[in-house]
């Protein structure tokens, strides 16, 4: 139990378009999803948590007009990065928390944005 | 602020060989503590955890075990394998609602035969 999926698995886009990157846990309920960066060979960065019904926090320096999050279920969340550049290209990781197992998160497998 | 300190990589071990990877942290209060792992291309995997101190927690042959005298976490292993070869994260986080993991920077292991 407690998975996590996302979808795509990886995307390429053109500098300027936006895309969407999807994060659903799939046999939980989540009332906290959090969202990662990873650059290569460095650690997760958190961009922002997202409460379902209710804005996302974003941690500092994260543009929020730039990287949108949308928690709109107790079982999905998306992060839309508008009008991408290739600075943006990078691992995007979600995970999310089961209500009823306390601490643990639970990750996604990973989108891989490249923008060209 | 809270923080997790890892041994730099990468850790290049023969197979059989005993792994130690060191992981200390700085919190202001009590956290939970973790190990993930990172296999290539994937997400991160819960590996193992522990909640309070001198709790052990063990999978898969890992263990570590929570030290709140010398905030520390270190991850061990007694016979690694080449599948062990993966990317370590100690992460720590707090009881709550809004809990947030704080990571360290990775640790890459490479288990050769």
């Known amino acids: 139990g407690a998975v996590v999926s996302q979808h795509p698995s990886w995307v390429i886009c053109k500098s300027g378009t936006s895309v969407k990157i999807e994060c659903r846990s799939l046999?939980?309920?989540?009332?906290?999803m959090f969202w990662y960066r990873q650059f290569p060979k460095q650690s997760l960065m958190l961009m922002a948590t997202?409460?379902?019904?209710?804005?996302?926090?974003?941690e500092q320096g994260v543009e929020k007009d730039k990287f949108l999050i949308n928690h709109a279920s107790l079982t999905l969340s998306t992060l839309t990065v508008t009008s991408a550049h290739p600075e943006d290209s990078s691992f995007y990781i979600c995970s999310a928390r089961d209500r009823d197992r306390g601490d643990e998160q639970y990750f996604g497998p990973g989108t891989r944005l490249t923008v060209t | 602020g809270d923080s997790v300190t890892q041994m730099e990589g990468p850790v290049t071990l023969s197979e059989e060989a005993f792994l130690t990877i060191n992981c200390t942290y700085t919190?202001?209060?009590?956290?939970?503590l973790f190990w993930y792992v990172q296999y290539p291309g994937e997400g991160l995997q819960l590996l193992l955890k522990a909640t309070k101190a001198d709790d052990k927690g063990s999978n898969k042959g890992f263990e570590a075990t929570y030290r709140k005298e010398t905030t520390s976490f270190h991850l061990e292993k007694g016979s690694v394998q080449v599948s062990d070869s993966a990317v370590y994260f100690c992460?720590?986080?707090?009881?709550?609602?809004?809990?947030?993991?704080?990571f360290g920077t990775g640790t890459r292991l490479q288990v050769t035969l």
């Open positions: 046999d939980f309920q989540a009332t906290t």
């Open positions: 997202s409460n379902e019904g209710s804005k996302a926090t974003y």
């Open positions: 992460a720590l986080t707090y009881s709550g609602t809004a809990s947030k993991l704080t």
């Open positions: 919190a202001t209060g009590y956290p939970s």
